[in-house]
C-alpha cells in the first residue's frame, strides 16, 4: 500500500480503502464517494455535507483526508450522483454507513458494487 496521507490536525483522520475486482485483482480508475451524514455533536459549528469522490490508484488505493473525528458518514462505489440504497455491505452499490474512530487513519467499510458499463 501507498503510504497514508495525514490529515489536517487532530480532530481529522484518513479513511483508506483498497479496490478489487471481480477477480479480486487490484482495480484502478474505479470511483468511491462519501458524504457526511451526522457530526460528532460539537456545539458551535456548522458542517458542510457536500458529497466528495476519490479515484482509486493504480495500486487500487483511495484514501480520503480530513474526516472529522467521531463524525458519521455513508460511502458507496461510484460517483457521487450514482444511484445508491442505503442498506448492508450484501447489497450491491449500497450506501454503508460508518463512524470516524478516534484515530490519525483507519480502514473504510467494505463495500460491494458493479463497474459502469
Known sequence: LNAITP???SLT???VLVV???NYALEQSVVISLQLTAGPGTAGEALDTAS???TSDA?????????IRG?????WRGTSSTTSVFGSAATSG????????DSG???LPELLGVDPA
Open 7 to 9: 490529515s489536517d490536525g
Open 13 to 15: 483522520s484518513t479513511g
Open 20 to 22: 478489487r475486482d471481480e
Open 52 to 54: 466528495r469522490s476519490e
Open 59 to 67: 495500486a487500487g488505493e483511495v484514501q480520503f483526508t480530513n474526516l
Open 71 to 75: 463524525g458519521t458518514y455513508n460511502v
Open 94 to 101: 449500497a450506501k454503508i454507513s460508518f463512524v470516524v474512530p
Open 105 to 107: 487513519s483507519f480502514n
